[in-house]
């Protein structure tokens, strides 16, 4: 009489060291009550010693799964592509760019000896109308890619600007590609990737299905991590066991537990909905599902040329398809594609390049201060009379609106900024001139009258 009927304990069938039986669907062939079990029985050598086993009729190993990573909403997450202190970095780079071209500005301009005042020749243009803040505005500006309205017109602000283009070209290059990845990947990467990462860490616990064989290798295995993962499983058994795969799943949805069973009932379960799962690491022990028969059965041959058909035809293929994968959750599997936070060292070199090239920008900048000083005594018949004259003469046109600023007492004794101007080149002038020992103290009236 053919008769398809369940265990009465619902086991597959565990060693029972104590009475020395055998339980579930393996007990009930060794012992002569059922002729064969139908149903997913891992293939063990343990077992394989009271019966036979077909050949594999599903590629079987084991694996854990876990709960999905939970991907972080924030209203600032377009920043998460760099790090902080990258972007500290680029804020504070800018900032020294924007200084050097409003410095670089300032002392390049020539002095018009008629007006005493220092200006760029091209008057009119926006380059030469623009004072420190502009020149410094339009390298903040570079920074967010728009267009500036001006180029520098001194070779050492062109010599920074080129530089400094470069860097913020590969900059916005990285940090574009960088965004698009951390939007395309939808859940954060996790740091448990491998059963040897579940040892390194304390945030999660794991465990097995009791009733199940894959425990019961755990516990005799030698291999590490494996054995290692036993141990843990042996001394936490009251909290890290189950008792069925579907109460290991709800409570892998529930805490931070990973279940390590079969394979096969993992992608099932991940592959269905409510999708809060996955499965990690690759497989071991991978042994298959085969149908149990008692020793020695004539039946074991005819069931594996079945077995063979199957799989040359396809039929085991589209059957794990259809029973197994299921398209619920669409792409349960997390993506293998990362997105990694770019860092300093990332980007390090071209800091170098664009500091490297404000260094260049600063000889050259240095160049220009002296030449332009040396025009200054060439072009003006009265003063500046030396080259020190006309570099303290420069300086001082450089922090004269720094001074003004913290001495506001002196704007109000003077109609303009020019005559203020004027008064504190004078005063330079006298300064100059009385440390000078070959000038005629006629002269040195001369010049004091002239700034009265």
């Given at each position: 009489?053919?008769?398809?009927?369940a265990?009465?304990?619902?086991e597959?069938?565990?060693?029972?060291?104590g009475?020395?039986?055998?339980t579930?669907?393996v007990?009930d062939?060794?012992?002569g009550?059922?002729?064969?079990a139908?149903?997913?029985?891992?293939i063990?050598?343990r077992?394989?010693?009271?019966?036979?086993?077909?050949?594999?009729?599903?590629?079987?190993?084991?694996?854990?799964?876990m709960?999905k990573?939970?991907?972080?909403?924030?209203n600032?997450?377009?920043?998460?592509?760099?790090?902080?202190?990258l972007w500290a970095?680029?804020?504070?780079?800018?900032?020294?760019?924007?200084?050097?071209q409003?410095?670089?500005?300032c002392v390049?301009?020539q002095r018009?000896p008629e007006?005493k005042?220092?200006?760029?020749p091209?008057r009119g243009?926006?380059?030469?109308?623009?004072?420190f803040w502009?020149h410094?505005w339009?390298s903040?500006?570079v920074l967010v890619q728009?267009?500036?309205?001006f180029l520098?017109?001194s070779?050492?602000?062109?010599?920074?600007?080129?530089?400094?283009?470069?860097?913020?070209l590969?900059?916005t290059s990285?940090y574009?590609a960088?965004?698009?990845?951390?939007l395309?990947?939808?859940?954060a990467?996790?740091?448990?990737n491998s059963?040897?990462d579940?040892?390194?860490?304390?945030?999660?616990?794991y465990g097995?299905?009791?009733?199940?064989?894959?425990?019961?290798?755990?516990?005799?295995?030698?291999?590490?991590?494996?054995h290692s993962l036993g141990?843990?499983?042996?001394?936490?058994?009251?909290s890290?066991?189950?008792?069925?795969v579907?109460?290991?799943l709800?409570?892998?949805?529930?805490?931070?537990y990973?279940?390590?069973?079969d394979s096969a009932?993992?992608?099932?379960a991940?592959?269905?909905?409510?999708?809060t799962?996955k499965?990690?690491?690759r497989?071991f022990?991978?042994?298959g599902?085969?149908?149990?028969?008692?020793k020695?059965s004539?039946?074991v041959?005819?069931?594996?040329r079945?077995?063979?058909?199957?799989?040359e035809?396809?039929?085991?293929?589209?059957?794990?398809?259809?029973?197994?994968r299921s398209q619920?959750?669409d792409?349960s599997?997390?993506?293998?594609?990362?997105?990694?936070v770019?860092g300093?060292?990332?980007?390090?070199g071209?800091?170098?390049?664009?500091?490297?090239?404000?260094?260049?920008?600063l000889l050259?900048?240095?160049?220009?201060?002296?030449?332009?000083?040396a025009q200054?005594?060439?072009?003006s018949?009265d003063?500046?009379?030396?080259?020190?004259?006309?570099v303290?003469?420069?300086?001082?046109?450089?922090?004269?609106?720094?001074s003004?600023?913290?001495s506001?007492?002196r704007?109000?004794s003077?109609?303009?900024?020019a005559?203020?101007?004027?008064?504190c080149?004078?005063?330079?002038?006298?300064?100059?001139l009385s440390q000078?020992?070959?000038?005629p103290?006629s002269q040195?009236?001369?010049?004091s009258g002239?700034?009265?």
């Amino acid at each position: 009489m053919n008769e398809l009927y369940a265990v009465a304990d619902g086991e597959y069938g565990r060693y029972r060291e104590g009475t020395g039986a055998w339980t579930g669907m393996v007990g009930d062939v060794v012992e002569g009550t059922a002729d064969i079990a139908v149903a997913i029985v891992s293939i063990n050598s343990r077992r394989q010693e009271v019966g036979d086993f077909t050949l594999p009729f599903y590629a079987n190993g084991i694996t854990f799964a876990m709960r999905k990573s939970q991907s972080t909403k924030s209203n600032w997450g377009f920043v998460r592509p760099f790090e902080g202190t990258l972007w500290a970095t680029i804020l504070m780079t800018a900032v020294a760019v924007a200084i050097f071209q409003g410095v670089a500005n300032c002392v390049t301009k020539q002095r018009d000896p008629e007006t005493k005042e220092y200006v760029h020749p091209e008057r009119g243009t926006l380059a030469a109308e623009a004072g420190f803040w502009g020149h410094a505005w339009e390298s903040l500006v570079v920074l967010v890619q728009l267009s500036p309205d001006f180029l520098p017109r001194s070779l050492s602000g062109r010599i920074v600007t080129f530089f400094w283009c470069i860097g913020v070209l590969v900059a916005t290059s990285t940090y574009t590609a960088n965004l698009a990845a951390f939007l395309t990947v939808s859940s954060a990467e996790s740091s448990i990737n491998s059963p040897e990462d579940l040892l390194t860490q304390t945030d999660y616990t794991y465990g097995a299905v009791e009733p199940y064989s894959s425990y019961t290798q755990f516990q005799t295995t030698a291999a590490e991590p494996y054995h290692s993962l036993g141990l843990y499983m042996q001394a936490n058994k009251d909290s890290v066991l189950v008792q069925s795969v579907a109460e290991g799943l709800e409570k892998a949805r529930a805490e931070n537990y990973a279940l390590f069973t079969d394979s096969a009932e993992l992608d099932y379960a991940v592959s269905r909905r409510p999708c809060t799962l996955k499965t990690v690491g690759r497989l071991f022990w991978q042994t298959g599902f085969g149908f149990f028969l008692p020793k020695d059965s004539p039946y074991v041959v005819e069931f594996n040329r079945a077995i063979l058909r199957a799989e040359e035809q396809g039929v085991t293929g589209e059957l794990d398809h259809k029973w197994i994968r299921s398209q619920e959750c669409d792409g349960s599997a997390e993506s293998s594609l990362g997105s990694e936070v770019i860092g300093l060292q990332d980007l390090l070199g071209v800091f170098v390049l664009v500091y490297g090239g404000m260094g260049l920008g600063l000889l050259a900048l240095v160049g220009e201060f002296i030449y332009a000083c040396a025009q200054d005594v060439t072009r003006s018949p009265d003063k500046p009379r030396t080259l020190r004259e006309a570099v303290a003469m420069r300086m001082w046109s450089i922090v004269s609106p720094l001074s003004n600023l913290l001495s506001p007492r002196r704007t109000s004794s003077n109609s303009t900024n020019a005559s203020n101007y004027a008064d504190c080149e004078e005063g330079f002038q006298l300064q100059f001139l009385s440390q000078t020992p070959d000038v005629p103290t006629s002269q040195r009236r001369g010049a004091s009258g002239m700034s009265e």
